[in-house]
């Protein structure tokens, strides 16, 4: 039910939250301007969407850029938010220089590692004490067949030990920062031991390794109740912190490709409230090894999902509309 009541009745999230975990948006250059408001009300902590992104801040071999970086790290401190930092080493998103030598030749494991190291420390120590936890690694895990980690230049280049050698930098270069793993698909029962086995591996080698970062892109059908309290119990059987680090429940299944739709259907909504009431009850059960719920985007009127995997094809993935108002999913998530 949309309760008929003044923009000052409508309770900030992040203090109806406050005892159980922070709550997080993913900005950019663009939202960060349109959704201000939004922003400084309900939200203590954010993520930038791309621009802290290895192509973003390096885009040329020691030419680093951190303008846009930099204004969102002020724009944190101005509010009282926290910054997570978003994401040092990932197979996307990631210049072409990185992997080649002058001469158009791939590099070998040794410069690509100096490379990394370089990178990671740079960033890091740039806002040491102003970024409080780091996705180290993105999507390092294999969605499909038996094998643990995804082929990318990455295991190519320098073998499946990237992973600890990343972590290992990222501790040196800011020993206070909590650095994390961070995956999508994080609830699917095959995923999910993937990443367990990953991630105990790394613990067993005493990786510095704080927490696992779950992606959290949902929708209205999966994953199940059961899921996801299946993962949240075997990720916290690991002794690390959890992060929901990029929260979104789409209006569509995702087998569902239609294009026709200018505004979610009323089922659509009802369905999506109830996913955002229920998942929220398994969080705050959860909330002794939570501590941060970040959404990827902060309201209707912008998110990745109106492209993605679908281009072009508006989505309404979030629990306030384009306009910025509470949608029911708001007031089922608030009121406990
Ligand atoms: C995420 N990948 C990335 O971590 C984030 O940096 C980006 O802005 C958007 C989504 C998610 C993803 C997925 O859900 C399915 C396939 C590939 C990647």
């Not at 102003?130 to 082929?151: H, M, P, Q, T, Y």
């Not at 949240?232 to 569509?252: M, P």
């Amino acid at each position: 039910m949309t309760k008929n009541v003044t923009k000052n009745n409508i309770p900030s999230l992040q203090e109806v939250y406050q005892n159980n975990f922070k709550i997080g948006a993913a900005v950019n250059p663009r939202t960060l301007q349109m959704q201000q408001e939004l922003l400084k009300k309900h939200f203590n902590s954010i993520t930038a969407e791309n621009e802290m992104k290895f192509e973003e801040l390096q885009p040329l071999e020691g030419k680093f850029t951190f303008d846009v970086s930099d204004q969102m790290v002020e724009f944190a401190q101005a509010n009282g938010m926290q910054v997570r930092g978003h994401t040092l080493v990932w197979h996307n998103q990631t210049p072409e220089w990185m992997f080649l030598n002058d001469d158009g030749t791939t590099v070998d494991r040794e410069l690509l590692l100096e490379r990394m190291k370089s990178h990671i420390t740079t960033v890091m120590q740039r806002y040491k004490g102003k970024i409080f936890c780091w996705d180290v690694v993105n999507e390092a895990v294999s969605d499909s067949g038996e094998e643990i980690l995804r082929k990318s230049r990455w295991t190519e280049i320098i073998g499946e030990d990237f992973i600890e050698h990343a972590f290992r930098f990222a501790h040196e270069a800011d020993p206070e920062a909590l650095l994390f793993y961070n995956d999508y698909n994080e609830s699917d029962p095959v995923k999910r031991e993937k990443i367990y086995k990953l991630v105990a591996g790394l613990l067993e080698k005493d990786v510095p390794i704080h927490g696992i970062g779950l992606q959290a892109h949902w929708n209205i059908k999966q994953p199940s109740y059961g899921n996801v309290k299946e993962a949240l119990e075997k990720y916290a059987s690991l002794g690390l912190r959890i992060h929901l680090t990029e929260l979104d429940i789409s209006v569509f299944e995702f087998s569902d490709r239609r294009t026709d739709l200018t505004e979610p259907t009323e089922d659509m909504l009802t369905l999506q409230a109830e996913r955002y009431d229920k998942f929220f009850e398994i969080l705050r059960e959860y909330s002794n090894v939570i501590d941060s719920v970040t959404f990827w985007g902060g309201a209707d009127d912008y998110t990745w999902l109106s492209d993605f995997p679908v281009r072009g094809r508006k989505n309404w993935p979030f629990v306030f509309d384009e306009n910025h108002h509470p949608k029911e999913s708001f007031w089922k998530i608030v009121d406990f």
